[in-house]
């Protein structure tokens, strides 16, 4: 039995099993506009469940075998085991089955232009960044991002044009199932390793994502990032690098930066001088985020000096440093940067915002990450005065019961940070309210649930 095409379930009952996920959510608001009757279930009653119930679907919290009952088809994200209970009924059931990554592909089929934004930082905000340009200019594309973006009033929207924007996520090598005809690398660094051997593994998987590309495709990659710009020059298709070097084709000159980090510069293509930037989202890690954005705009028809008029009003997607509360003079912000490397860009830009002194609030995320990143999260948080570490965000991994935070503060105070283990979001808040003075900025970081932390403060201060 091939793969289900999800074409052939036009109106049937469509079932996702880890429906709270940042992509199985938009997945499922996509296929409610599309004329899909949806259900789904998830383990917790996460933060994105609310959104996908409001659209219409129908969800369970927990994992029972009676959920998929009643289903044409059921569909699941790669973090869920081949031993999951609603998973085993269908299969005995005989109901079809397709994991998250080829339903997203066959709902890419067609598009005449259809742009994947991948690296192991920065999808969200390039995807979201790209988005904005194209529907302030009349564009109409079709959308599917891992976070929520105020523009489209969510993380996915039904365009009626031949353009189609995604996230590609290389997470069990997700992205290979997609089918791009322009790809957008922006980085190819060290995680999910739990499903890749190592870097060059890593790397391998991100050529052959590549070469999905159609001969008539183009790549556009990181050419200050040594291993995607080797990636791309094996290609035979178009292709053209961005980056801050002199050497890339897409490139920023005069940057200045003001004193929150906002930065703006000359936009570059070759010789030519395009126009001036003025960024709405601080880190100089966004100016080249939106070189990606403006490269990949230009390529979907849309000229690179009209899609800068965008980067001024782009405020940035949901949990990607978001102000989430001002209480008792401390501004509470969130970050959803869950490995070192992202920790690290969100605590840069805090740095140059903060007036007084700077927590980090730090849930780290899958004990596979932590084991393999380890000494990477002993120093992430130096530019932070204070740094709270939560207990780990289990999500689709059992506890191996050797590994706990605990570790990882000891380790960091090895490393001269002052650390301290709040196991507990009642914990965390507590060490804060205790602690906290005015003028100081509070960051949450993680992928997890830790954004629920910040809703809690703002309960206790906004009831």
């Known amino acids: 039995?091939?793969?289900?095409?999800?074409?052939?379930?036009?109106?049937?009952?469509?079932?996702?099993?880890?429906?709270?996920?940042?992509?199985?959510?938009?997945?499922?608001?996509?296929?409610?506009?599309?004329?899909?009757?949806?259900?789904?279930?998830?383990?917790?009653?996460?933060?994105?469940?609310?959104?996908?119930?409001?659209?219409?679907?129908?969800?369970?919290?927990?994992?029972?075998?009676?959920?998929?009952?009643?289903?044409?088809?059921?569909?699941?994200?790669?973090a869920i085991r081949p031993d999951n209970p609603e998973r085993q009924e269908a299969d005995r059931l005989g109901i079809p089955s397709l994991e998250r990554a080829w339903l997203l592909g066959q709902l890419m089929e067609g598009y005449p232009k259809a742009a994947c934004v991948c690296g192991a930082h920065g999808k969200t905000t390039v995807t979201s960044m790209l988005s904005e340009m194209l529907l302030e200019h009349g564009m109409d594309p079709s959308i599917h991002i891992g976070g929520r973006l105020d523009a489209i009033g969510g993380s996915t929207r039904v365009g009626h044009s031949g353009i189609f924007v995604a996230e590609a996520c290389e997470f069990n090598r997700s992205f290979l199932h997609m089918n791009p005809t322009v790809a957008v690398v922006l980085n190819i660094d060290a995680d999910h390793l739990d499903c890749y051997r190592d870097i060059d593994e890593i790397e391998e998987t991100f050529g052959q994502f590549l070469h999905l590309l159609p001969e008539d495709g183009c790549a556009l990659g990181n050419g200050d990032d040594p291993r995607v710009s080797r990636q791309i020059e094996k290609l035979g298709c178009r292709k053209a690098f961005f980056g801050l070097g002199e050497n890339n084709e897409w490139r920023p000159a005069d940057l200045r930066e003001d004193e929150r980090g906002y930065a703006s510069f000359t936009l570059m293509h070759g010789d030519r001088e395009i126009t001036r930037v003025k960024m709405g989202v601080p880190g100089d890690f966004n100016v080249l985020n939106a070189l990606a954005a403006l490269a990949a705009a230009e390529e979907l028809g849309l000229p690179a000096e009209r899609a800068a008029e965008t980067l001024g009003r782009f405020t940035g997607a949901h949990r990607r440093f978001e102000l989430t509360d001002t209480v008792e003079g401390v501004e509470i912000f969130h970050d959803y940067g869950h490995n070192p490397a992202e920790m690290r860009n969100a605590l840069s830009i805090a740095?140059?915002?903060?007036?007084?002194?700077?927590?980090?609030?730090?849930?780290?995320?899958?004990?596979?990450?932590?084991?393999?990143?380890?000494?990477?999260?002993l120093t992430c948080t130096r530019e932070a005065d204070f740094t709270l570490v939560t207990d780990i965000c289990a999500a689709r991994e059992p506890d191996p019961g050797d590994l706990n935070s605990g570790m990882l503060v000891e380790g960091m105070k090895r490393n001269g940070i002052n650390a301290v283990w709040t196991p507990g979001f009642d914990d965390t808040e507590k060490y804060l309210r205790e602690h906290w003075q005015a003028g100081d900025l509070v960051i949450t970081m993680g992928c997890g649930d830790i954004n629920l932390l910040n809703e809690q403060i703002h309960r206790h201060f906004f009831p």
Not at 43 to 50: C, Q, V
Not at 55 to 78: F, Q, T, W
Not at 352 to 377: I, N
């Open 1 to 78: 039995m091939g793969i289900p095409r999800i074409r052939d379930y036009a109106g049937g009952r469509i079932h996702l099993i880890g429906i709270g996920g940042s992509s199985m959510s938009g997945l499922a608001e996509m296929l409610i506009d599309q004329g899909y009757r949806v259900s789904g279930s998830d383990r917790d009653e996460g933060y994105l469940i609310h959104y996908v119930r409001e659209k219409g679907a129908e969800v369970m919290i927990g994992h029972r075998p009676e959920n998929v009952h009643g289903a044409d088809l059921v569909c699941y994200s790669a």
């Open 351 to 377: 740095r140059k915002r903060c007036r007084g002194r700077l927590w980090a609030v730090m849930q780290p995320h899958t004990f596979s990450r932590v084991r393999t990143l380890f000494e990477d999260y």
